[in-house]
Protein backbone atom coordinates (compact mmCIF):
# COMPACT_ATOMS: atom_id res chain seq x y z
CA UNK A 1 0.00 0.00 0.00
CA UNK A 2 1.50 3.17 -1.09
CA UNK A 3 1.61 5.99 1.36
CA UNK A 4 -0.53 9.01 0.77
CA UNK A 5 1.90 11.48 1.74
CA UNK A 6 5.84 11.46 1.26
CA UNK A 7 8.22 14.00 2.79
CA UNK A 8 11.82 14.69 1.46
CA UNK A 9 14.83 16.81 2.40
CA UNK A 10 17.80 18.11 0.17
CA UNK A 11 20.73 19.55 0.74
CA UNK A 12 23.52 21.34 -1.90
CA UNK A 13 26.58 23.26 -1.98
CA UNK A 14 28.70 24.80 -5.01
CA UNK A 15 31.60 27.17 -4.55
CA UNK A 16 31.73 30.41 -6.75
CA UNK A 17 34.27 30.20 -9.75
CA UNK A 18 35.26 32.44 -11.94
CA UNK A 19 34.20 32.57 -15.76
CA UNK A 20 30.46 30.89 -15.23
CA UNK A 21 27.20 32.54 -15.60
CA UNK A 22 25.50 31.64 -12.37
CA UNK A 23 22.12 29.70 -12.50
CA UNK A 24 19.65 29.64 -9.17
CA UNK A 25 16.18 28.25 -9.12
CA UNK A 26 16.07 27.38 -12.87
CA UNK A 27 16.92 31.21 -13.87
CA UNK A 28 20.33 33.14 -14.71
CA UNK A 29 21.51 35.86 -12.10
CA UNK A 30 23.64 38.40 -13.55
CA UNK A 31 26.76 37.89 -11.32
CA UNK A 32 30.59 38.02 -11.91
CA UNK A 33 30.98 34.30 -11.28
CA UNK A 34 29.42 31.31 -11.52
CA UNK A 35 29.10 28.04 -9.60
CA UNK A 36 31.51 25.58 -10.30
CA UNK A 37 30.34 21.55 -10.68
CA UNK A 38 29.74 19.20 -13.65
CA UNK A 39 26.29 20.57 -14.72
CA UNK A 40 25.41 24.33 -14.56
CA UNK A 41 25.48 23.84 -11.00
CA UNK A 42 22.03 25.26 -10.14
CA UNK A 43 22.59 24.55 -6.14
CA UNK A 44 19.28 25.10 -5.91
CA UNK A 45 17.43 22.84 -8.61
CA UNK A 46 19.86 20.18 -7.31
CA UNK A 47 18.53 20.69 -3.53
CA UNK A 48 15.08 20.37 -4.84
CA UNK A 49 16.19 16.79 -7.14
CA UNK A 50 17.39 15.34 -3.90
CA UNK A 51 14.68 16.37 -2.09
CA UNK A 52 12.08 14.78 -4.34
CA UNK A 53 13.97 11.27 -4.57
CA UNK A 54 14.57 10.97 -1.18
CA UNK A 55 10.66 11.55 -0.46
CA UNK A 56 10.31 8.31 -2.61
CA UNK A 57 14.00 6.65 -1.27
CA UNK A 58 15.15 6.48 -5.15
CA UNK A 59 18.40 7.64 -3.87
CA UNK A 60 20.29 11.18 -4.71
CA UNK A 61 20.72 13.14 -7.88
CA UNK A 62 24.83 11.81 -7.79
CA UNK A 63 23.05 8.29 -8.52
CA UNK A 64 20.17 9.72 -11.37
CA UNK A 65 23.15 11.94 -13.15
CA UNK A 66 26.19 10.79 -12.13
CA UNK A 67 29.18 13.35 -12.29
CA UNK A 68 31.43 11.46 -14.28
CA UNK A 69 28.48 11.14 -17.14
CA UNK A 70 29.73 13.30 -19.97
CA UNK A 71 25.70 13.71 -21.00
CA UNK A 72 25.58 15.24 -18.24
CA UNK A 73 28.14 18.04 -18.63
CA UNK A 74 27.45 21.27 -18.29
CA UNK A 75 23.40 20.13 -18.75
CA UNK A 76 20.82 22.64 -17.90
CA UNK A 77 19.71 22.00 -14.31
CA UNK A 78 15.86 22.28 -15.30
CA UNK A 79 16.37 19.29 -17.60
CA UNK A 80 17.41 17.57 -14.60
CA UNK A 81 14.32 18.64 -12.75
CA UNK A 82 12.16 17.41 -15.08
CA UNK A 83 13.43 13.83 -15.40
CA UNK A 84 12.91 13.99 -11.30
CA UNK A 85 9.57 14.98 -11.89
CA UNK A 86 8.41 12.49 -14.20
CA UNK A 87 10.27 9.30 -12.03
CA UNK A 88 7.82 10.99 -9.19
CA UNK A 89 4.86 11.03 -11.35
CA UNK A 90 5.79 7.58 -12.59
CA UNK A 91 5.84 6.32 -9.22
CA UNK A 92 2.08 7.91 -8.62
CA UNK A 93 3.31 10.92 -6.50
CA UNK A 94 3.26 14.65 -7.63
CA UNK A 95 4.30 17.76 -5.63
CA UNK A 96 2.34 19.25 -3.35
CA UNK A 97 4.69 21.65 -1.89
CA UNK A 98 8.25 22.79 -1.82
CA UNK A 99 9.91 25.21 0.46
CA UNK A 100 13.57 25.52 -0.12
CA UNK A 101 16.09 28.26 1.24
CA UNK A 102 19.26 29.84 -0.54
CA UNK A 103 22.54 30.36 1.98
CA UNK A 104 24.67 32.89 0.10
CA UNK A 105 25.77 36.74 0.88
CA UNK A 106 25.71 37.56 -2.62
CA UNK A 107 24.04 38.60 -5.10
CA UNK A 108 21.01 39.93 -3.31
CA UNK A 109 18.18 37.99 -4.40
CA UNK A 110 14.84 38.94 -3.81
CA UNK A 111 14.61 40.78 -6.99
CA UNK A 112 14.58 37.02 -8.92
CA UNK A 113 12.72 35.20 -6.38
CA UNK A 114 9.49 35.39 -8.72
CA UNK A 115 10.97 34.55 -11.60
CA UNK A 116 12.37 31.20 -9.90
CA UNK A 117 9.59 30.63 -8.09
CA UNK A 118 8.23 30.60 -11.93
CA UNK A 119 10.24 28.74 -13.63
CA UNK A 120 10.25 25.64 -10.64
CA UNK A 121 6.41 25.68 -11.01
CA UNK A 122 6.22 25.19 -15.01
CA UNK A 123 8.56 22.86 -14.51
CA UNK A 124 7.13 20.71 -11.84
CA UNK A 125 3.41 21.59 -13.44
CA UNK A 126 1.93 23.32 -10.19
CA UNK A 127 0.44 26.36 -8.73
CA UNK A 128 3.27 29.38 -8.01
CA UNK A 129 1.44 29.47 -4.23
CA UNK A 130 2.87 25.37 -3.64
CA UNK A 131 6.48 26.91 -4.58
CA UNK A 132 8.18 28.67 -1.60
CA UNK A 133 11.90 30.18 -2.16
CA UNK A 134 13.51 32.34 0.72
CA UNK A 135 17.24 33.42 1.20
CA UNK A 136 19.38 33.90 4.05
CA UNK A 137 22.69 35.45 4.72
CA UNK A 138 25.14 33.32 7.50
CA UNK A 139 26.11 36.64 8.82
CA UNK A 140 29.71 36.31 7.35
CA UNK A 141 30.53 32.95 8.67
CA UNK A 142 31.33 29.62 7.22
CA UNK A 143 32.27 29.58 3.21
CA UNK A 144 28.93 31.25 2.04
CA UNK A 145 29.94 33.81 5.00
CA UNK A 146 33.05 34.66 3.02
CA UNK A 147 31.51 34.84 -0.19
CA UNK A 148 33.13 31.74 -1.64
CA UNK A 149 29.88 29.93 -2.68
CA UNK A 150 26.07 29.15 -2.50
CA UNK A 151 24.18 26.54 -0.08
CA UNK A 152 20.75 25.15 -0.61
CA UNK A 153 18.88 23.11 1.13
CA UNK A 154 15.03 22.04 0.27
CA UNK A 155 12.28 20.37 1.65
CA UNK A 156 9.26 18.69 -0.37
CA UNK A 157 5.23 17.04 0.39
CA UNK A 158 4.59 14.40 -2.27
CA UNK A 159 0.98 13.49 -2.49
CA UNK A 160 -0.26 10.25 -4.10
CA UNK A 161 -2.10 10.83 -7.45
CA UNK A 162 -5.54 9.88 -7.07
CA UNK A 163 -5.88 7.08 -9.39
Given amino acids: MKQQ ?11 FAEGRKLFLGGIEIPFQKGLLGHSDADVLLHAICDAMLGALALG ?3 KHF ?4 EKYKDIDSKKLLAQVNELINQHDYEVSNLDATLMLEKPKILFFVNKMVLAIASILNVEENQISIKATTTEKLGFTGREEGVAASATVLLTKRNS
Fill in 66 to 69: PNDD
Fill in 5 to 15: FRIGSGFDVHQ
Fill in 60 to 62: DIG
